[in-house]
């Protein structure tokens, strides 16, 4: 099956071991040398309606995901990597 970067960002995450929604695809992380992708990064939830910005992202290796669908992407995680996000200055 082939797939393109831009399908992917259409698909939903979702965990298998909890049944938790995850969100849906917002970037990949990419090993340039060889083009491997190693893993898909999932923004975190919102805090307050996004008044207070979100929390941290949600990366989800490539082992992880057990299958790829049309529409939503299993994964297995049990704990949840996350990554800071940039925090943003007041102007």
Known sequence: MES??????CKEIINICDGQRL?????V???IVDGRLLAL?????????????REDDYIIPWERITRIGSDIILVEVREQRRE???????L
């Open 29 to 31: 992380i990419l090993n």
């Open 4 to 9: 393109r970067l831009a399908d992917l960002s």
């Open 41 to 53: 990064v999932v923004p975190g939830p919102a805090k307050f309606f996004g008044l207070l910005g």
């Open 84 to 90: 800071c996000r940039p925090k943003r200055k007041w």
């Open 23 to 27: 969100g849906y695809v917002d970037d």
